[in-house]
Nanobody, 124 residues
Framework: QVQLVESGGGLVQSGESLRLSCAVS??????????GGWYRQTPGDQRELVAAISLGGSTNYADSVKGRFSISIDHAKSVELQMNNLKPEDTAVYYC?????????????????WGQGTQVTVSS
């Protein structure tokens, strides 16, 4: 079963940078990521879209992160989020989502999977 493992979160000061990575795990089958996204959630709030990237490479960003965050994809293995000039209001648990295909020896199976979340804390 395809899983996503997130890394790169942590505690930083305002103005600093972090790079989040979301890598495919849990299978020895070849996988292809076709599209992905990063979301974030703070206690008591709904999960919101931060950035998304489509199969064709088109990107979409929340207004609050435009010009500071950049999403990229390695179709073989991961979805990345570069976060620059971080602000205290960026503090949240960040979740990645990826859609793609898992190829076993007998069939191809689509997946749409979430990571477990990684904490990003920005101090002022």
């Amino acid at each position: 079963q395809v899983q996503l493992v997130e890394s790169g979160g942590g505690l930083v000061q305002s103005g600093e940078s972090l790079r989040l990575s979301c890598a495919v795990s849990g299978t020895t089958d070849r996988t292809t990521i076709s599209a992905g996204g990063w979301y974030r959630q703070t206690p008591g709030d709904q999960r919101e879209l931060v950035a998304a990237i489509s199969l064709g490479g088109s990107t979409n960003y929340a207004d609050s992160v435009k010009g500071r965050f950049s999403i990229s994809i390695d179709h073989a293995k991961s979805v990345e989020l570069q976060m620059n000039n971080l602000k205290p209001e960026d503090t949240a648990v960040y979740y990645c989502n990826a859609q793609g295909t898992q190829y076993s020896s007998t069939r191809a199976r689509d997946f749409d999977t979430w990571g477990q979340g990684t904490q990003v804390t920005v101090s002022s």
